[in-house]
């Protein structure tokens, strides 16, 4: 579990990026934070793992404040996934995958032989771990990306725009593939977005954030969606757009809410 403890970030100069945030990011449990450019988002996510320090309250890990925690440490025991991948351009992908349980103590042959099924598992042709990462296609080297943090098997991912540069297409298998590996794997995962259809569809939870880190709403898809809180999360979401209508169906003695285009996007009650 993340608890984030009415957080606080002003950076050198006076930008406040977040003010007063406190959200709690269930065990595994996918959280998506998604607002516009600004709001905050990138800087939510690396207090997690201290790429950034808030300048005041605190971000706990299952009970303890980060800053208790060696900051090499603790991001080697955390995966991150960047919106470009962060591949090591002069390294195979299987070194890419491998680089981080060999840093932890794994012996080298062991961490590769792993790499190899890591690649499988976020769909990737294990042969391809021979090749460099200007040698695969974005989406190939956003999977690689995936089974780099997924390697040291953290507890916690923290995805940032991680499919942000692949076209539609490529990004939409790249989200169905990230929900068929959180249903194997329960990892906790903050997901940051600007796409609000992505964050519905990932997020068991969504935050949807206005500037300054300010929460906007947080709830489940289907919260949101059926009841947003004010006008800003109303524009936000497209509530008045067509697609967008939701209604209930029944499935199973579930009320499940469907969006216009019978897609469901959570479970309203038994
Ligand atoms: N290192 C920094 N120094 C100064 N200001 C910063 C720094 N990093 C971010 N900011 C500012 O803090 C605010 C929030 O930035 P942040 O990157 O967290 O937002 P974001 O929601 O992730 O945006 P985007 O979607 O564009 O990546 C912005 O106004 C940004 O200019």
């Excluded at 403890?5 to 050198?12: D, F, G, M, Q, S």
């Excluded at 800087?43 to 800053?67: C, H, Q």
């Excluded at 695969?136 to 499919?163: H, K, T």
């Excluded at 249903?183 to 519905?200: M, N, R």
């Amino acid at each position: 579990m993340i608890e984030f403890e009415h957080v606080t970030k002003t950076y050198a100069g006076g930008a406040e990026a977040v003010r007063d945030f406190s959200c709690v990011v269930p065990s595994r449990r996918t959280v998506a934070f998604v607002g516009s450019s600004g709001s905050g988002k990138t800087t939510l996510l690396r207090m997690v793992n201290r790429m950034v320090d808030p300048s005041s309250g605190r971000v706990l890990i299952d009970g303890e404040d980060v800053r208790e925690r060696n900051p090499v440490e603790l991001r080697r025991s955390i995966g991150y996934v960047l919106q470009h991948g962060g591949l090591l351009p002069h390294r195979t992908v299987t070194d890419n995958v491998a680089t981080v349980p060999v840093l932890t103590g794994t012996t080298r042959r062991a961490a590769r032989a792993a790499a190899a099924g890591l690649l499988e598992r976020v769909g990737l042709d294990p042969a391809l771990g021979d090749r460099y990462p200007a040698q695969l296609s974005g989406g190939q080297q956003q999977r690689v990306g995936v089974a780099r943090a997924l390697a040291s098997d953290p507890n916690i991912l923290l995805m940032d725009e991680p499919f942000g540069a692949v076209d539609p297409i490529v990004r939409r298998e790249l989200q169905n593939e990230l929900v068929r590996l959180q249903s194997e794997l329960g990892k906790t995962i903050v997901f940051v977005t600007h796409d609000i259809d992505e964050a519905f569809l990932l997020g068991d939870e969504v935050v949807v954030l206005a500037t300054g880190g300010r929460i906007a709403q947080c709830g489940t898809p289907a919260e949101i969606l059926s009841a947003p809180a004010d006008d800003f999360v109303r524009d936000f979401v497209g509530s008045e757009r067509p697609e967008r209508r939701l209604h209930a169906v029944d499935i199973d003695g579930r009320s499940v809410a469907v969006d216009g285009n019978g897609r469901p996007v959570g479970v309203l009650g038994a």
